[in-house]
């Protein structure tokens, strides 16, 4: 039987913006940062029972996910900066936006991040003291399934749901929030930790550095319960979620969740359920609540492929888009093209994204010119693979 004993937690952050232009990962096509729309960061907490027998430091960075080579990286300085502490014991949560460098732990940024997370980590292990906790769960609508689904039995990822053999969405979502709050041993709160199952993406196609909707979450919440209360975000259970509603695309009763208001509009959506619970986490508050921690290797079996999914498909980034009267159907002009690249906006239509499609277009037609048009700081290769977390476009 698991005992109840007292619990030490500790909080740090560091920034981990990139120091300057950054080429941005997570679409097909590269990205360079022409500035910093919100500041990227790294919070940490660290949990100890009082007794020594269960820890944890649980580390939350505004990045498209943290590569296996960075955590064992991580893993090792940990094992000679903090003494004692069992480092398989380390868990990672990224955010998954879309506006961020790529977290290689080879590259010079790689190097950069790795020494701030590092600090986080030792600095919130460094200040654990005696806490308590207090769980509450909210509702706020975040992300929406992305898949699409057809009458053939195939499905697309943002697939067109005008057409008439649209079936419905491949599977659900979930408007849930799931909040922990956390306190010291003087009554004042220290920090929360939030899951959300919705990555943060709203901003995706965007040409500057963004922590998307969390950013909006940090800023309300600190300003409501102080700016010394930490956030520790996680990315809930979210492969095909995504934060555009596709049956209700573009109404005008919602903004855009292609651009900042929309992001906006999220962020305040989760800030408002969070401050609304405040009140039940503070009436579950416990000075000595169960601590178990355990680390588990699964092998999760590779997916079965049948011989009708192996047959070729058009990529739904060269699928054909509809005309719309604001935007030249392909292949636009190249003044067109390269406008659509530098000030990525509301893509036409409920295919997306509508303006990647045809700037990719408009580039494999006029490959060389198309290139000399482009503005030197958004000039892509269109040569990066896609975010491994959303590679799976179509089936």
């Known amino acids: 039987m698991m005992q109840s004993e007292e619990l030490l937690m500790g909080w740090a952050v560091e920034d981990i913006t990139p120091p300057g232009p950054a080429v941005l990962f997570g679409q097909y096509y590269d990205r360079l940062s022409g500035y910093v729309e919100s500041p990227l960061t790294a919070t940490a907490c660290a949990l100890e029972s ?68 590092a600090a986080a980590a030792v600095s919130a292990w460094q200040q654990r003291q005696p806490a308590s906790v207090g769980r509450a769960l909210a509702y706020a609508v975040a992300g929406h399934n992305r898949r699409v689904r057809y009458a053939d039995g195939t499905a697309e990822m943002y697939g067109a749901t005008d057409r008439p053999d649209f079936t419905g969405l491949e599977g659900p979502s979930d408007s849930a929030v799931d909040l922990l709050f956390c306190w010291n041993d003087a009554g004042a709160l220290t920090g929360i930790i939030m899951n959300v199952p919705c990555p943060a993406q709203v901003t995706e196609a965007k ?68 401050i609304a619970a405040y009140a039940d986490a503070e009436k579950n508050r416990q000075n000595q609540p169960v601590f178990k921690h355990r680390s588990v290797t699964l092998q999760i079996p590779y997916r079965t492929v049948s011989p009708r999914n192996m047959k070729p498909r058009k990529p739904w980034w060269r699928t054909s888009v509809p005309a719309s009267p604001s935007i030249p159907h392909p292949p636009a002009p190249l003044s067109t093209a390269s406008s659509l690249i530098s000030n990525p906006t509301k893509p036409p239509g409920n295919t997306a994204p509508g303006i990647i499609k045809r700037a990719i277009t408009a580039y494999s037609a006029n490959r060389k010119s198309f290139s000399n048009n482009i503005p030197a700081t958004a000039k892509s290769r269109f040569t990066r693979p896609p975010c491994t977390y959303c590679a799976s476009a179509t089936r």
């Not at 309300?220 to 979620?241: K, T």
């Not at 555009?244 to 962020?267: A, F, I, K, S």
Request: charged share 20%; with cysteine; aromatic share 8%.
């Open 207 to 274: 040409y500057y550095v963004s922590a998307d909707f969390w950013s909006v979450v940090k800023k309300r919440l600190q300003d409501h319960f102080g700016q010394d209360v930490q956030l520790l975000a996680q990315c809930g259970a979210a492969g095909d979620i995504s934060p555009r509603n596709l049956l209700r695309p573009y109404t005008p009763d919602e903004p855009n969740m292609w651009d900042l208001p929309g992001m906006v509009e999220v962020g305040e959506r989760l800030a408002r359920a969070a």
């Open 50 to 117: 009082a007794g020594g027998q269960e820890q944890a430091i649980l580390l939350s960075i505004d990045l498209i996910w943290c590569p296996a080579a960075l955590i064992a990286a991580l893993r090792q300085i940990l094992h000679s900066r903090i003494p004692g502490f069992n480092s398989q014991y380390l868990l990672v949560h990224a955010t998954h936006t879309h506006s961020a460098p790529e977290p290689d732990v080879h590259s010079a940024y790689g190097q950069h991040l790795l020494e701030k997370l």
